[in-house]
Each structure stands twice: as structure tokens, then as C-alpha cells.
């Protein structure tokens, strides 16, 4: 059996081996067995790190085991920086724990290389592309934000003069001037914010890293993702604590 995708993590198994989690196209998240990995001249050692994306054939026995290997991308770029690193770890990390086995996710896939690419390029602020991938990642995972009404009252952005002008997280998204008094935990976002998560969580992949957006809206950005994924993700990524430690 033949499956496209990316390596999200690998482990030491006995003294030669690894297992292996892939992200696939056609099987969602698999674990595979490379047999001989780290001996001497094995075929398989460069495929055997995270990111690598290729054709990888696999054998079904008590396990799937790994047969062969057409490596179409190392993202090896990614190593010549440790924050760049760390933060393709968080992507896979991230992939690894939405994602299940036997499910196909192509758009996690897709969202996944899309989002090494673009730290590959280095072209946008790191701390931007987290906020964007974050935001999207958890939009595909089933618990995406709402940000075109009120969460409150329902009522859509400008509907009888409400405004979004703040986010409760608890509550899942934005809610109105007039919803927003009174209330604990809510956090300012200004007009901008709204836009830009709306724009996250509609656009297409090829724009969605495609933009830049000013210091104030990256941190209200930021700020949102982290105190949403908090509330309803739940879940400490051992590479991000270890991001936070570079700062």
C-alpha cells in the first residue's frame, strides 16, 4: 500500500528500529514501523525524521511496517534556526494531536505543509504565522470560533447598529458592544482583529499566509488564540512550552 504525507514524530524502538506517525492523504494519521532505521546505511534513515513528506510504501502485518520511500521534501531549512525548528515541531505536534487513525484529514494535511512552507520561506513574522495556524488548526478540528455574529444575541456584525467589539472565549467567540457589558473574562478586539479572523477562518489555503497586519492586531490576535485553545483545547504541547522558553 502506497501513502502520501509528512512525518509528524518518530521514537526509538530496540536498538535499530523507530516508529514512526505519519499524516497521510489516504489513511489520516498512521503509526509505521521502520525495521532496521538506524543501523548503518539503512534506506530509511532520512525518511525517518519529522517533516519529511513523501510516497511511503507500507506492508500490513501485526503492524504496518515500512517497505520503501520516495522523499519528495525534507523541509531541511527548518533545522537552521531553533525557534523556526521548534515551531514546525508545535505544527506537527499540533497535527498529531487532532488528528486520529484510519481518518482521512487532507485539509490538516494540506494546512500542515502549507504552514511549513511558509516558516521554510521565513518571509512572515513567526509569531504570526502561530496565531494563523493555530486559529485555522482548531477551525478544522470542529471548534472553530465564531466571528460573523454575536455569540450572545445573534445578531450579525452591523445588524441594527451592533458592533463585535469583544471576544469571550468561554462563550466561544465575539459578542456585540451591548452583549459584551457586564460580563467577566471578555477582551477587547478591535475592528481589524474581527477582520482578520474571519479572513482566517474563510480563506482559502493558498492566501493564508498571505498577509501582515499591524502590531496591535497581532497581539489582540495572539491573545484570542491562546485564551480560546486554554478553554477548549485544554492540551499542553510540550514544544510550544519549550518555544515559550526561547522568547
Request: aromatic share 10%; charged share 25%.
Amino acid at each position: 500500500m502506497k501513502v502520501h504525507g509528512i512525518v509528524l514524530s518518530t521514537m526509538n524502538i530496540g536498538e535499530y528500529d523507530k516508529r514512526v506517525v505519519l499524516l497521510t492523504k489516504e489513511k489520516g494519521k498512521m503509526v509505521i514501523f521502520a525495521r532496521g532505521a538506524r543501523k548503518m546505511n539503512s534506506p530509511f534513515t532520512a525518511a525517518c525524521e519529522t517533516f519529511v513528506y513523501g510516497e511511503f510504501t507500507v506492508y500490513e502485518g501485526k503492524n504496518y511496517n515500512l517497505n520503501a520511500v520516495v522523499i519528495e521534501d525534507l523541509f531541511s531549512e527548518l533545522r537552521g534556526d531553533l525557534h523556526t525548528l521548534y515551531m514546525g515541531f508545535y505544527f506537527c505536534e499540533m497535527a498529531e494531536y487532532f488528528t486520529v487513525e484510519g481518518s482521512a484529514d487532507v485539509d490538516m494535511l494540506n494546512t500542515l505543509y502549507v504552514g511549513l512552507c511558509t516558516l521554510r520561506r521565513g518571509q512572515m513574522r513567526l509569531s504570526l504565522v502561530q496565531a494563523v495556524y493555530e486559529i485555522k488548526m482548531v477551525a478544522l478540528f470542529g471548534l472553530m470560533m465564531e466571528t460573523f455574529s454575536c455569540v450572545a444575541c445573534g445578531a450579525l456584525e452591523g445588524e441594527e447598529e451592533h458592533v463585535l467589539t469583544h471576544f469571550q472565549s468561554e462563550k466561544g467567540g465575539a459578542l456585540c458592544d451591548k452583549c459584551s457589558k457586564g460580563l467577566a473574562a471578555v477582551m477587547p478586539m478591535g475592528a481589524s482583529t474581527l477582520y482578520t479572523l474571519q479572513y482566517i477562518i474563510s480563506a482559502p489555503l493558498t492566501r493564508l499566509f498571505s498577509f501582515d497586519v499591524k502590531d496591535e492586531v497581532e497581539r489582540e490576535l495572539i491573545k484570542i488564540s491562546r485564551d480560546y485553545q486554554r478553554v477548549h483545547v485544554n492540551h499542553t504541547f510540550k514544544s510550544l512550552e519549550f518555544l515559550e522558553l526561547l522568547v
